[in-house]
Each structure stands twice: as structure tokens, then as C-alpha cells.
């Protein structure tokens, strides 16, 4: 099972506060719910109830009469919370001040996901003379002591041992419970990813097979005629070539997400490569009769892998046509940047919202302009964004909604 320590969480607080609430109805013992790392998950209604040992030190309002300051753990004790005690076992503290504090760990599959811990306990009816010394002593106001003597529990050893047990029980109940919804909620959602993953992926491939044989079928049908064939075979090319990168980008990704993908680093032309983009999606951007346009400044010279780079920018060459209304313009630019320079491909598009800037080069993502969904895999992105760090560079993006996009990638000179 893969659990983050904060887990605890998956059970709403709603639910959490209401055990909390039946439980000190019940008995009449306060308690708190953490997580694994001693955050409250429920509300604490009188901090000086509990031990601040036992929660993490941003809890406000727990007090100690042996320490001048409030909510900082010691370090033994914290350590014997989270270490210390018998797997899945309620763990029990002895505090200098007499008191038997007490946090039971909630456990899935043997691994923590948070605790329980109950008020301080006595076994005996406070000595109030003495807490009122040592909270003098701690330089505190003997009120102080008065105050934890006041919300101290009377109860036996025994008592708070069966408590911890039942709670414990109970709480990894509901943690479990909780737990196989979400495990039945990923299962669906991973269902309808694969599901839509492949509609997504033979949507891509469909275009560019559709390039293919029309434009072979289009030579045949008119007898080879070489006027034609002059025309469509590049055309067919073309949607080969594009076939050919989608299914390597697909086995790439992987490799780069893995850190087993290695650079083929040469001098680059980077106006040969630019050129060599171009002309790969120049009939797809002849079909939407969009306008290709150049602007590349001088660049310091830069080593990079030159074939990934084309791919890189027939990713980006590629996101632009299809997006951009039909007769727009893409521009693809080059300049240099400090400690390096920056490769641009810039289009008049409607624009991607603002809320998908920060998540546009994730895996599957799904823009939606104008209330319209593409219904495309998003690979491309992906990948110039692993290629970009490959290189020990990045990409982004900027863009103003109903004037276009400008997607930029820095390479260290």
C-alpha cells in the first residue's frame, strides 16, 4: 500500500471530529486525532488537556509545568512516539509531572497513517500544592498549575489501556473503510483513462495515416501522373514522418521519465534544424492555410542532441497548427538569452486559460478553449518538456486568451 505520511486525511474531518465528539460524550475523556507526524485532525477544544510531546510543536495552547516554554517536544519523547514503541501498538509516556500520557497509532496494512491521543491521565487525584510549585518554579503563575490539575484525568492504568485498544479498533475501521472507496475510485478513474488514453491515441494516429492514404490513393487514382505525385508523395511523407515521431515520443517519454534516455550531443545548425521542422509540417500547415514565418537572431554557439531538438519543435510547429483558427500566422523564433538562448514557436491560436498554464506540459492534459475539448493525447508537450530538462533547460508558456500563444524553450549555450 502506498501511504504519504499524512494519510490520516483521507477520512473527511467531519467524521473525525464526530468520533471525537461521541467518544469524550461517552467517556468523558478528551482526545485528539493526528496524523502520522502529530498534526491535529480534529479540533481541540482545551489545549492544556493534552501533552505537548505528543503533537507536533505548531499545536498552540499545550503546556508543560516543567518547561518555560509552550508546545516544544522533547526530543526523547518525540522519538519515542514515532519509533520507539511495538508496531501498532498504543504507546504509553510517563511524564515528569506525574502524569500517564497515552497515543494510540491508527495502522493500513502495518503502516501508520496517524494517532490517537487521549488528555493526561493520573492514577490518583492531583497534588495541587505541587503543581502549583512547579509551575512557579517553570516561572509561570501558580494558576498555571491549578489549570492542569483542574483538566487532568482520574483514571486507572488498565482503564485508558482498553480505551486506546477500542478507539484504535474503531479509527482503523473507518480509516480502512475509507480507504478501499478511494482504492475502488482509482480503479474507476484509471478504467476511464485507459479508456480514453487509447480514443486519444488513435485520434493522433488517425490524422496523419489519413495524410498517408489519401495522398497515395490520390497517385493512383489519377495513374501516377507526376504532376500530382510530385504534390501528394511528399504529402505521404510527411504523415509517415509524423507516425514515426508520435511513436517514438510515446517509447521516449518513458526512457526520460526514467533518467535512461541518453543525449546525442553535437554542434547544432539551428537554422538546419528549424528548416527540417518546418518542412515536415509545412502540407499540414498548407491544409489549414496558416502562414510558417521565420525570426532567428544570431545565437552562441550551443551543443545539443539535433535530433531531439527537430522533434522538440515539430511538437511545438505541430500543438500550434492545430489549434490556430485556419489563415493564421506561426512564427517560429530564436534568440539569445543570458547563459544561453531561447527557441520560440508563436502563434495567433485562441489562447489557453490561465488555469492551465501551470499543468499544459503534464502527461494527458486536456485544454479546453472556447467550451471545446482537442482530443489529443498532450504527449507532445510532455515530451519537449523532458527533452528541455534533459538539456538542463526548461519551457513555458505565455499566453493571453483570443490572441494567441508564445511557447518558449531556454538551452544553455
Same mark, same amino acid.
Given at each position: 500500500?502506498?501511504?504519504?505520511?499524512?494519510?490520516?486525511?483521507?477520512?473527511?474531518?467531519?467524521?473525525?471530529?464526530?468520533?471525537?465528539?461521541?467518544?469524550?460524550?461517552?467517556?468523558?475523556?478528551?482526545?485528539?486525532?493526528?496524523?502520522?507526524?502529530?498534526?491535529?485532525?480534529?479540533?481541540?477544544?482545551?489545549?492544556?488537556?493534552?501533552?505537548?510531546?505528543?503533537?507536533?510543536?505548531?499545536?498552540?495552547?499545550?503546556?508543560?509545568?516543567?518547561?518555560?516554554?509552550?508546545?516544544?517536544?522533547?526530543?526523547?519523547?518525540?522519538?519515542?512516539?514515532?519509533?520507539?514503541?511495538?508496531?501498532?501498538?498504543?504507546?504509553?509516556?510517563?511524564?515528569?509531572?506525574?502524569?500517564?500520557?497515552?497515543?494510540?497509532?491508527?495502522?493500513?496494512?502495518?503502516?501508520?497513517?496517524?494517532?490517537?491521543?487521549?488528555?493526561?491521565? +493520573?492514577?490518583?487525584?492531583? =497534588?495541587?500544592?505541587?503543581? /502549583?510549585? *512547579? &509551575?512557579? !518554579?517553570?516561572?509561570?503563575?501558580?494558576?498555571? $498549575?491549578?489549570?492542569?490539575?483542574?483538566?487532568?484525568?482520574?483514571?486507572?492504568?488498565?482503564?485508558?489501556?482498553?480505551?486506546?485498544?477500542?478507539?484504535?479498533?474503531?479509527?482503523?475501521?473507518?480509516?480502512?473503510?475509507?480507504?478501499?472507496?478511494?482504492?475502488?475510485?482509482?480503479?474507476?478513474?484509471?478504467?476511464?483513462?485507459?479508456?480514453?488514453?487509447?480514443?486519444?491515441?488513435?485520434?493522433?494516429?488517425?490524422?496523419?495515416?489519413?495524410?498517408?492514404?489519401?495522398? +497515395?490513393?490520390?497517385?493512383? =487514382?489519377?495513374?501516377?501522373? /507526376?504532376? *500530382? &505525385?510530385? !504534390?501528394?508523395?511528399?504529402?505521404?511523407?510527411? $504523415?509517415?514522418?509524423?507516425?514515426?515521431?508520435?511513436?517514438?515520443?510515446?517509447?521516449?517519454?518513458?526512457?526520460?521519465?526514467?533518467?535512461?534516455?541518453?543525449?546525442?550531443?553535437?554542434?547544432?545548425?539551428?537554422?538546419?534544424?528549424?528548416?527540417?521542422?518546418?518542412?515536415?509540417?509545412?502540407?499540414?500547415?498548407?491544409?489549414?492555410?496558416?502562414?510558417?514565418?521565420?525570426?532567428?537572431?544570431?545565437?552562441?554557439?550551443?551543443?545539443?542532441?539535433?535530433?531531439?531538438?527537430?522533434?522538440?519543435?515539430?511538437?511545438?510547429?505541430?500543438?500550434?497548427?492545430?489549434?490556430?483558427?485556419?489563415?493564421?500566422?506561426?512564427?517560429? $523564433?530564436?534568440?539569445?538569452?543570458?547563459?544561453?538562448?531561447?527557441?520560440?514557436?508563436?502563434?495567433?491560436?485562441?489562447?489557453?486559460?490561465?488555469?492551465?498554464?501551470?499543468?499544459?506540459?503534464?502527461?494527458?492534459?486536456?485544454?479546453?478553449?472556447?467550451?471545446?475539448?482537442?482530443?489529443?493525447?498532450?504527449?507532445?508537450?510532455?515530451?519537449?518538456?523532458?527533452?528541455?530538462?534533459?538539456?538542463?533547460?526548461?519551457?513555458?508558456?505565455?499566453?493571453?486568451?483570443?490572441?494567441?500563444?508564445?511557447?518558449?524553450?531556454?538551452?544553455?549555450?
Amino acid at each position: 500500500m502506498n501511504l504519504s505520511p499524512t494519510q490520516i486525511e483521507l477520512v473527511p474531518a467531519e467524521t473525525l471530529n464526530e468520533l471525537r465528539r461521541l467518544f469524550e460524550h461517552l467517556t468523558g475523556v478528551p482526545l485528539v486525532i493526528t496524523d502520522s507526524n502529530g498534526k491535529p485532525m480534529t479540533a481541540i477544544e482545551n489545549p492544556t488537556c493534552f501533552c505537548g510531546s505528543l503533537l507536533s510543536p505548531d499545536t498552540p495552547g499545550t503546556l508543560c509545568l516543567r518547561r518555560q516554554k509552550w508546545d516544544v517536544p522533547e526530543p526523547e519523547i518525540e522519538a519515542a512516539l514515532r519509533e520507539g514503541h511495538a508496531p501498532g501498538q498504543p504507546l504509553q509516556h510517563r511524564c515528569r509531572g506525574g502524569f500517564r500520557d497515552t497515543a494510540a497509532p491508527i495502522q493500513l496494512d502495518h503502516v501508520t497513517i496517524g494517532y490517537v491521543v487521549f488528555g493526561r491521565t +493520573l492514577t490518583a487525584p492531583p =497534588d495541587r500544592a505541587r503543581f /502549583r510549585g *512547579l &509551575a512557579v !518554579e517553570g516561572n509561570m503563575p501558580p494558576e498555571a $498549575g491549578d489549570a492542569v490539575a483542574d483538566c487532568s484525568q482520574i483514571m486507572a492504568p488498565e482503564r485508558i489501556e482498553e480505551l486506546a485498544r477500542f478507539l484504535q479498533i474503531i479509527t482503523q475501521f473507518v480509516a480502512a473503510a475509507a480507504w478501499d472507496r478511494i482504492r475502488a475510485q482509482q480503479i474507476l478513474d484509471l478504467e476511464k483513462l485507459r479508456d480514453d488514453l487509447m480514443n486519444m491515441i488513435v485520434h493522433d494516429l488517425r490524422t496523419p495515416l489519413t495524410s498517408i492514404i489519401g495522398g +497515395l490513393q490520390t497517385v493512383i =487514382d489519377c495513374d501516377y501522373d /507526376r504532376e *500530382l &505525385a510530385k !504534390e501528394f508523395i511528399p504529402m505521404a511523407v510527411s $504523415g509517415a514522418n509524423q507516425l514515426v515521431d508520435m511513436v517514438s515520443s510515446l517509447l521516449d517519454i518513458s526512457k526520460l521519465e526514467s533518467g535512461q534516455m541518453t543525449l546525442d550531443l553535437c554542434d547544432v545548425d539551428l537554422p538546419a534544424v528549424v528548416e527540417a521542422a518546418l518542412e515536415q509540417v509545412r502540407g499540414l500547415a498548407r491544409e489549414r492555410n496558416h502562414t510558417l514565418l521565420t525570426d532567428l537572431q544570431p545565437t552562441p554557439p550551443f551543443r545539443a542532441d539535433a535530433e531531439k531538438l527537430r522533434r522538440v519543435t515539430i511538437n511545438l510547429l505541430g500543438n500550434a497548427i492545430k489549434f490556430t483558427p485556419d489563415g493564421g500566422t506561426i512564427t517560429v $523564433g530564436a534568440s539569445p538569452a543570458e547563459g544561453g538562448l531561447i527557441i520560440s514557436v508563436t502563434d495567433t491560436g485562441p489562447g489557453i486559460p490561465a488555469e492551465y498554464l501551470d499543468r499544459i506540459f503534464d502527461k494527458f492534459a486536456q485544454v479546453e478553449n472556447q467550451g471545446m475539448k482537442k482530443n489529443s493525447t498532450g504527449l507532445g508537450l510532455t515530451f519537449c518538456k523532458l527533452v528541455a530538462e534533459a538539456h538542463h533547460g526548461r519551457i513555458w508558456v505565455e499566453s493571453t486568451v483570443g490572441e494567441g500563444s508564445k511557447f518558449s524553450v531556454f538551452l544553455p549555450a
